[in-house]
Nanobody, 123 residues
Framework: QVQLVESGGGLVQAGGSLRLSCAAS????????MGWFRQAPGKEREVVAA????????YYAHFAKGRSTISRDNAKNTMFLQMNALKPEDAAVYYC????????????????WGQGTQVTVSS
């Protein structure tokens, strides 16, 4: 069992930046691909970005490309999401997730989820 805990959410003005962190409870996570998802009120949860176990491969949703960077530090069992040029429509609960695969396969179906961290963007 892998437990994931997000941090770094909060209130930011439009155009600002946030860095989300996801700390895993087990070194096992270093063998898994991981990802960030978000869910806004009244909308379905959607993938924001994902990263392979080694960190060499990444995926970004169209709305995240050019504004976000996903990274990980396997020595610290931690994953990050740097978000820049935030827009009001980026406001959502952001979730950390881990897959039962080292590669980005079935990207919409991770096995493990964190509890989420709220990101609010003021206009």
């Amino acid at each position: 069992q892998v437990q994931l805990v997000e941090s770094g959410g909060g209130l930011v003005q439009a155009g600002g930046s946030l860095r989300l962190s996801c700390a895993a409870s087990s070194r096992t996570v270093s063998a898994y691909a991981m990802g960030w998802f978000r869910q806004a009120p009244g909308k379905e949860r959607e993938v924001v970005a994902a990263i392979t176990a080694t960190g060499e491969g990444t995926y970004y949703a169209h709305f995240a490309k050019g504004r976000s960077t996903i990274s990980r530090d396997n020595a610290k069992n931690t994953m990050f999401l740097q978000m820049n040029a935030l827009k009001p429509e980026d406001a959502a609960v952001y979730y950390c997730a881990a897959y039962l695969s080292a590669t980005l396969y079935a990207i919409d179906a991770p096995q493990y989820w964190g509890q989420g961290t709220q990101v609010t963007v003021s206009s």
